[in-house]
């Protein structure tokens, strides 16, 4: 599964910052969240992050190994 930890450090290589849900958690919850602020910036700027973020996304998957597993239907699928 993707973690938020390691999403954090592509999004920060294109200029795009959010803090790790772990930050919100007691135990060992939210590694795998996180949370965006969209109160200060533009909306144009909120449009260029989400590109941005969606970018750093694309780019971790493509160097991770794809992972499957088999739901209750049979169907095979993506792990992300």
Partial sequence: PLKARDLFAEAAA????????EMFYLGSEGHREF???FSYPSVTDILAGGKRLGAALAALK?????????THTGVTRPIV
């Fill in 35 to 37: 949370r965006l602020n």
């Fill in 62 to 70: 493509a160097r991770r190994p794809v992972v499957s597993d088999v």
């Fill in 14 to 21: 294109r200029g795009v910052a959010f803090v790790i849900g």
